[in-house]
C-alpha cells in the first residue's frame, strides 16, 4: 500500500506528505512511482506476458510529463497520444516513435505531419476524410503509415455522459453503418500510402463492469469477420481501448485488468479459430487505471467557515483549477487532514477550493479530524486527469509536481511563476 500512517501523518510511497508540503509547497501533486510501476507490472503479468501478440500503449492524457514518458518507456508499455503536444511530449523525450499511437477525432494537418515526420507506430483514423489527408502527406513525402479505424460500436457504458464514447450519438469514430463503414475499409486496404492494421474502439472510461467491453468487442469482430468475408483481407490487429475504472472512494468496486481482458481474450482466440483467421495482434489503451491511484494532491488548509446548522466550508489554497473533475463529472473524492491522520473523524465538512466559483468544491460531506488553519489535506487519487485538465482559471499558477519513492522526492514539474503565466501576453502600442 502507497499510503500508510505513522506518528498521526499521512505517508505516500515511503515519504512524509507533511513534509512534502514544507518542502515544495502546497498545492501539490504528488505521484508514486512505485504504485505506477505495480500497474505497469500487473498489465505484463496478467496480459503482455501472458498472452503473445500484444501490446498495452498507456494513454498519456490522464498524465503526461517527460519523466513519466521515461516510466513507460523503462517499463515497456507503448504510448497513446491525441494531440500534438502529447506527441511533442513523447519525442522530447526520446520515446520511441514505432511505440507511438495516434488518436484523436479532429487531427490537424500540422499534426498529422509531425506524426508522420516522426515515424509513428499507428495513426488510429477516427474520421471519415482523415485518411484523405494523412495520404496527401505521405505522397508529398513518400512515406506509409501504418493505420487502424476507430469505429463507434454503438454500446453504453455504465458513467458519466460526459466519459462513456462507444454509444452511436458520439463525436469519436467512424459509424458501422454498411454504407459508411464498408466503403472506408474498401479505401483503407487499397490505399498506396496505408497499411490496414484493422479496428480499434474505445467504450469510456471509469469502468466497472466488463459488459460493455464484451458487448462492443462482439460487434466489432463481426466486423473483422465481415471484411474477411467481403475483401479476403484478415486485419492483423485489434485494439480494444482502456477504460479500467479505479477506486477513488469506498463506492468503487474497482476489478483487476484480468477480468476485463480474459474474457476478451478468450472469446477474441475463439473467434479466430472459428473463422480461420491467425488471432490479430491485441492492444489496450489504459490510462487512468495505470496513474489515478498513484497520485494524491496535497492542499493548505485556510478559511473556515462554519454556517450553523447548514454546512462548515473548509477552503484549500487549490480547487478546480488543479483538479475539474468535481466540478465536471461530480466526480467523488476521498481525503485526509495529513497531520491528523489517526485523529478521530469528528466532523462532517465540505471541502472547497478557492476558485471564484460556487461549483468550485473537491469533497462535498468528508469525515475529517478537527481541522485549523494551516493543516495539509490530502486528497487521493488524484494521478490521473488532475494535471493534464488544469487550467489558470483565476491566473492561478500551475502546480508543480513531485515524484516520490520509496521515501525519497524529486521535483518533475516545477511551480509555474506568476510570470511564467502572462509570459506570452503583449501590450499592443494601441494601448501603451
Ligand atoms: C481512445 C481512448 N483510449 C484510451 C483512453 C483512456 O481511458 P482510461 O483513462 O479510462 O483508461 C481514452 C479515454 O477515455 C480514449 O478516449
Ligand atoms: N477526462 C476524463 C476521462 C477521459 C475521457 C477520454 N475519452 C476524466 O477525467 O474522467
Same mark, same amino acid.
Given at each position: 500500500m502507497d499510503r500508510t500512517i505513522k506518528n498521526n501523518t499521512l505517508y505516500f510511497d515511503g515519504c512524509n506528505t507533511v513534509e512534502l508540503a514544507k518542502k515544495y509547497g502546497t498545492p501539490l501533486y504528488v505521484m508514486s512511482e512505485t504504485a505506477i510501476v505495480e500497474k505497469c507490472k500487473e498489465i505484463r503479468d496478467t496480459f503482455l506476458n501472458k498472452y503473445e501478440k500484444t501490446r498495452a500503449a498507456y494513454a498519456s492524457k490522464a498524465f503526461l510529463t517527460l519523466s513519466m514518458c521515461k516510466i513507460i518507456e523503462r517499463e515497456g508499455l507503448c504510448m497513446d497520444v491525441v494531440s500534438g503536444g502529447e506527441l511533442y511530449t513523447a519525442m522530447k523525450a526520446d520515446f520511441?516513435?514505432?511505440k507511438i499511437e495516434f488518436n484523436g477525432n479532429n487531427k490537424s494537418i500540422e499534426e498529422l505531419q509531425l506524426a508522420i515526420d516522426y515515424n509513428i507506430g499507428r495513426i488510429i483514423v477516427d474520421g471519415l476524410d482523415e485518411l484523405d489527408l494523412i495520404e496527401e502527406i505521405c505522397k508529398e513525402k513518400g512515406k506509409k503509415v501504418n493505420i487502424l479505424y476507430r469505429v463507434t460500436p454503438g454500446v453504453k457504458s455504465d458513467s458519466h455522459d460526459y466519459i462513456? *464514447?462507444?454509444?452511436? !450519438? $458520439?463525436? #469519436?469514430g467512424i459509424p458501422l453503418d454498411d454504407e459508411v463503414i464498408f466503403p472506408a475499409i474498401e479505401h483503407a486496404i487499397k490505399s498506396?500510402?496505408?497499411? #490496414?492494421?484493422g479496428f480499434h474502439f474505445h467504450v469510456g $472510461?471509469?469502468?466497472? !463492469?466488463?459488459e460493455s467491453h464484451l458487448k462492443a468487442l462482439d460487434i466489432v469482430l463481426k466486423l473483422i469477420k465481415d471484411t474477411k468475408e467481403k475483401y479476403d483481407y484478415a486485419t492483423p490487429e485489434l485494439n480494444i481501448g482502456g477504460g479500467f475504472g479505479i477506486k477513488y472512494t469506498e463506492a468503487d468496486h474497482k476489478k483487476p485488468y484480468a477480468y476485463f481482458l480474459d474474457p476478451m481474450m478468450e472469446k477474441i482466440e475463439q473467434f479466430s479459430k472459428d473463422i480461420g483467421i491467425e488471432r490479430p495482434e491485441i492492444v489496450i489503451e489504459p490510462g487512468r487505471s495505470i496513474v489515478g491511484e498513484a497520485g494524491i494532491t496535497l492542499y493548505t488548509i485556510g478559511t473556515i467557515k462554519d454556517i450553523k446548522g447548514i454546512r462548515k466550508y473548509v477552503s484549500v489554497d487549490g480547487g478546480m483549477t488543479d483538479n475539474i473533475r468535481p466540478a465536471l463529472y461530480q466526480a467523488k473524492y476521498e481525503g485526509i487532514v495529513a497531520n491528523k491522520?489517526?485523529?478521530?473523524? *469528528?466532523e462532517t465538512v465540505t471541502i472547497c477550493g478557492?476558485?471564484?466559483? $460556487?461549483? !468550485?468544491?473537491?469533497?462535498?460531506?468528508a469525515q475529517v479530524a478537527d481541522v485549523k488553519r494551516g493543516d495539509i489535506f490530502a486528497v487521493f $487519487? *488524484?494521478?490521473?486527469y488532475s494535471y493534464t485538465m488544469a487550467s489558470n482559471y483565476n491566473k492561478n499558477p500551475l502546480l508543480a509536481t513531485v515524484l516520490v519513492k520509496e521515501g525519497k522526492s524529486e521535483i518533475i514539474v516545477k511551480r509555474q511563476s506568476y510570470e511564467h503565466m502572462i509570459e506570452n501576453e503583449i501590450i499592443p502600442d494601441s494601448l501603451k
Open positions: 520511441p516513435a514505432e462513456v *464514447t462507444g454509444k452511436k !450519438d $458520439s463525436k #469519436f498506396p500510402y496505408a497499411n #490496414f492494421m $472510461s471509469q469502468l466497472h !463492469d466488463n491522520a489517526e485523529e478521530p473523524k *469528528t478557492k476558485c471564484c466559483e $460556487s461549483g !468550485d468544491v473537491l469533497i462535498r460531506d $487519487s *488524484t494521478g490521473a
